[in-house]
């Protein structure tokens, strides 16, 4: 497998910027414009698939959390972290499109009269969360016990931020994305949706593999820096 | 009164949770045994909290001042003040709520008093919810008083069955940020930059909370004409009704050397 | 005779979108290369020194 894996993903991620390359050419050039939103509604066929992808990395995130706390094999803590870094790469490139998205449709850069904005933007809040409670704590075990609890806890409440956003605006519901679509629109976000989604396996692989030998090392190198007995144990059942 | 009452039951109901837990049909009188051991672990945390009671006080307190700085920075327009006031005491709260469960685990961080907790033979989950069940309280203490510098500070005109109603839905809103926000100052207590960490994760996780009880609050105060109140208060409980589950389910995990 | 309410223009924020997307893919892509690369020569380092 750790031999395999690599060139899974190589292939994954090569196929997504072949895909991404082939999709935003047809949503750029080959689409036509929108009845009311003319050409800026190209941006939607990068947008909306990063946000699929994005919210679908945290749902692995939510997954590999579980089987991290269930089995307590490291590989699914590195799993985690990594999709949910992947997710937070995407979130921040659908808040920048965004708002590249809003100035010309709205006039302004932000507004939290979008649901789906301010949705996104609060997801991209609880999820970095999740990485800078990682980010301070020094024991393996530890670290991938709170990882997974802290992704499952934020996880739960995407569905109610969510619903929360939207009645705290729904007076001011704005239209953000085009209601009706034709095929021309729809097969260049489909195309990019897979796009974003190979890139993205490719991308969590890697992360994962990086995550890998970073703990390697750390077991390597600092052998006497685990302090208490349970991480002992831990370590135990990673080897 | 009460609570040096339930201070001098500390002791004989953690005597009795031992024996519950060590008996071999542990499963089987779980029930009873697991509300008795959260009696315990509250008990303990009221105790402590009515010993240390200049925490309590420092802690209400910085609700108070919080309340008086929003007013100065919203400036001193009455119509403003009134209009974020709803906010202004949702915010006090959170405010509070974080110095509140950041101490309830920097208590047990000293002298290793967590690790002592955990090897006695108590349920973690007793732990997480008489943990959980006095950070509502001690958090819903803050309501009147802090609903009581609202009415002086921002001149809100609220009749008394609207105060009895913000009081009710301050304890929910104080029972949803409880829940997250103990299971994480579980850990964060145990990470390096404690402080930093816990508001880090612990606001954006409770935005529902802020959102719904400054709404459901607005409309307590101002006057409810589509009737909306029930479907804000709702969401609370669900909140809270999700994570007082969750927290149950993963704070053991948490909390486990 | 584009109707009322079309919004006219607005290439620039369209390859503005697709610009920011793709340096932040490549970006993150190179930032994964750099932090594999560190990691494989800090094991390179240590195989040395002890292996």
């Not at chain 1, 910027?17 to 750029?28: M, T």
């Not at chain 2, 609050?217 to 004409?225: A, F, R, S, T």
Request: some cysteine.
């Amino acid at each position: 497998m750790p031999v395999a894996r690599p060139r899974l993903s190589t292939v994954s991620g090569l196929l997504g910027v072949v895909l991404l390359l082939a999709g935003s050419y047809l949503g750029l050039f080959v689409a036509p414009p929108e009845r009311h939103m003319g050409d800026v509604v190209r941006i939607v066929y990068v947008h909306v698939p990063s946000a699929w992808i994005s919210m679908l990395c945290y749902t692995f995130a939510f997954g590999f959390a579980i089987a991290s706390l269930w089995t307590r094999r490291p590989r699914w803590d590195h799993l985690t972290t990594a999709a949910v870094e992947v997710g937070i790469v995407l979130n921040v490139l659908l808040l920048v499109q965004g708002m590249l998205f809003a100035r010309p449709t709205w006039g302004i850069w932000w507004t939290w009269a979008d649901v789906r904005l301010v949705f996104s933007f609060l997801m991209f809040l609880l999820f970095a969360g999740v990485l800078a409670l990682r980010a301070f704590v020094d024991d393996p075990a530890r670290r991938g016990t709170w990882t997974a609890i802290a992704t499952i806890t934020a996880f739960v409440d995407v569905p109610l931020v969510y619903y929360c956003v939207r009645w705290w605006r729904s007076l001011h519901q704005m239209q953000s994305t085009p209601e009706t679509m034709d095929a021309a629109m729809k097969l260049p976000m489909r195309i990019n949706a897979f796009a974003v989604l190979f890139l993205a396996g490719w991308f969590i692989a890697r992360r994962a593999e990086l995550e890998r030998r970073r703990q390697e090392i750390d077991e390597v190198a600092e052998p006497a820096a685990i302090p208490r007995a349970g991480s002992i144990a831990g370590t135990g059942v990673e080897a | 009164m009460s609570l040096s009452q339930g201070g001098a039951g500390v002791e004989g109901r953690a005597h009795g949770g031992r024996g519950e837990a060590r008996g071999p049909v542990q499963g089987g009188s779980r029930g009873g045994g697991l509300v008795r051991e959260i009696g315990a672990v509250l008990a303990k945390d009221l105790l402590l909290e009515w010993r240390g009671r200049a925490r309590l006080l420092a802690t209400v307190l910085f609700g108070v001042v919080a309340l008086a700085l929003f007013s100065f920075a919203a400036g001193a327009d009455p119509a403003v003040l009134d209009r974020g006031a709803p906010g202004f005491l949702v915010l006090a709260l959170l405010l509070s709520s974080t110095l509140a469960l950041g101490e309830s685990f920097r208590v047990e961080q000293e002298d290793s008093a967590m690790e002592g907790l955990l090897l006695l033979p108590i349920d973690p989950h007793a732990l997480f919810y008489g943990k959980a069940l006095g950070n509502t309280l001690f958090l819903s203490l803050l309501g009147p008083v802090l609903a009581v510098a609202a009415v002086v500070f921002y001149a809100v005109d609220a009749g008394a069955m609207a105060l009895v109603k913000l009081v009710l839905l301050w304890v929910l809103a104080a029972a949803g940020l409880s829940a997250p926000g103990t299971l994480y100052a579980a850990m964060t207590s145990r990470a390096r930059s404690q402080d930093v960490l816990l508001p880090l994760v612990h606001y954006p996780l409770v935005i529902p909370v802020l959102l719904a009880s400054v709404k459901a609050i607005d409309l307590i105060l101002n006057g409810d004409p589509m009737g909306q109140l029930g479907s804000w208060t709702a969401l609370l409980a669900g909140f809270a009704l999700a994570y007082w589950s969750l927290g149950g389910v993963l704070f053991p995990l948490a909390v486990e050397e | 005779m584009a109707p009322e309410g079309v919004i006219i223009g607005g290439w620039s924020f369209v390859v503005a979108a697709y610009v920011v997307t793709a340096a932040g893919l490549v970006l993150y892509a190179w930032s994964l290369r750099s932090r594999l690369n560190k990691i494989q020569s800090r094991i390179g380092n240590h195989e040395r020194d002890h292996g």
